[in-house]
């Protein structure tokens, strides 16, 4: 007997495992025998799925990619009970409906920041669950890991690429910063994809942001130091000739530092104002005690020129980001000899006279006479 009209409920209660219920109110029913069959490889080799007295059954496929098919036997049980009929419904594809391929944020966790003395960096891991229904085995990999500073004392360029650990149940990402991310609070934000064997699946993309701040965790052995370095572009520039005087107002409540770094040389003007940037293009640098407020150079005419000045406190923390503090410019008129801010926001009087005229003092050169 042949029967396939009977309502059926099929559900994906996790990627391999399956859950399906005959709507059957038969009362001469004995036994439901369920089987299952992949649709496409092969569809004639029944595999037995199990066998309850009501007409549902749990059974676990083995391959969550393919698309499988039921059939039902019931064998049942006649008045005298003495003989045994049965009854074979027609096979029924089970449609596909896996679970959402996605972690919940409440799967995502950020350990706390640990300091590693080694290579002076601070190691942060962002971990995982895989996405509910879903083993290791459905996971084909991870590919992009990636990490984005927001304003962070560390430019994108220096920062090593975090990588993907694998672990049971889920996996995690490490990620090594330098320390001296921490001399100001950083946000960073950190990203992977999450890659499903199934092709019929989407990639999930695992996000996080996290903030490295000292004044959070003054537990770490390196946010234990007394100050950061300080710079400062409170400067004055001022001389005659070939010589210049480079005077600076030191930090207010730091006291003196243990020295100043100073880094100096002929400047390059990159992009057009009043959006443009000075950037130092042959580099010199040196250090001058921390009582000093001022320093003498040597200029040539007519050139830019382009200082950075910081303190140092500690010396654990002695490398200053100089990429990241604005440069104070100036430069010396060959005619005048008198050196002033940048020769872009000024004109050298014509005729070798004795003084410098402002550019922003001028509205039309055609004023200046000889």
Avoid at 19 to 30: E, K, M, P, T
Avoid at 75 to 83: A, F, P, S, V
Avoid at 158 to 184: A, N, Y
Avoid at 188 to 204: D, G, N, S
Wanted: aromatic letters at 10%.
């Amino acid at each position: 007997m042949i029967n396939d009209i009977v309502p059926v409920k099929t559900e994906y209660l996790e990627s391999r495992r399956i859950r399906i219920q005959l709507n059957d109110n038969s009362i001469n029913a004995f036994v439901y025998i369920f089987e299952y069959s992949t649709v496409t490889t092969a569809p004639d080799n029944w595999i037995f799925a199990g066998a309850n007295t009501l007409p549902n059954i749990n059974f676990t496929i083995d391959d969550a990619c393919r698309d499988y098919q039921f059939r039902v036997i019931v064998i049942l049980r006649n008045e005298d009970d003495q003989y045994h009929w049965f009854i074979v419904y027609r096979p029924r594809a089970i449609p596909v409906d896996l679970p959402t391929f996605a972690i919940t944020a409440d799967k995502i966790h950020t350990t706390t920041p640990v300091y590693n003395a080694d290579d002076d960096t601070i190691v942060v891991y962002i971990s995982w669950e895989n996405p509910t229904g879903y083993t290791d085995a459905d996971i084909y990999g991870y590919e992009g890991p990636a990490i984005y500073p927001v304003q962070c004392n560390s430019p994108e360029a220096e920062l090593q690429s975090p990588s993907v650990e694998l672990k049971k149940g889920g996996g995690r990402l490490r990620i090594g910063l330098p320390s001296e991310v921490l001399q100001h609070k950083c946000r960073v934000w950190a990203e992977v994809q999450m890659l499903p064997r199934c092709i019929r699946l989407e990639p999930f993309s695992i996000q996080q942001s996290f903030e490295l701040n000292c004044d959070k965790l003054m537990t770490l052995e390196v946010c234990k130091h007394e100050v950061i370095p300080q710079c400062t572009n409170v400067i004055d520039v001022w001389g005659r000739g070939t010589n210049a005087t480079i005077t600076w107002v030191p930090e207010d409540n730091f006291g003196a530092p243990l020295y100043y770094h100073i880094r100096y040389g002929p400047a390059q003007m990159q992009g057009v104002p009043p959006l443009a940037s000075w950037t130092i293009a042959l580099l010199h640098e040196l250090k001058v005690t921390g009582n000093s407020t001022s320093v003498q150079l040597h200029v040539d005419p007519d050139i830019d020129y382009g200082i950075q000045i910081c303190g140092v406190y500690d010396e654990r923390w002695k490398n200053p980001k100089f990429e990241l503090i604005p440069m104070e410019s100036f430069g010396r008129c060959g005619e005048c000899a008198k050196i002033e801010g940048p020769l872009l926001e000024r004109r050298c009087h014509p005729k070798g006279r004795i003084s410098c005229t402002s550019a922003g003092s001028n509205a039309n050169s055609s004023n200046i006479k000889g």
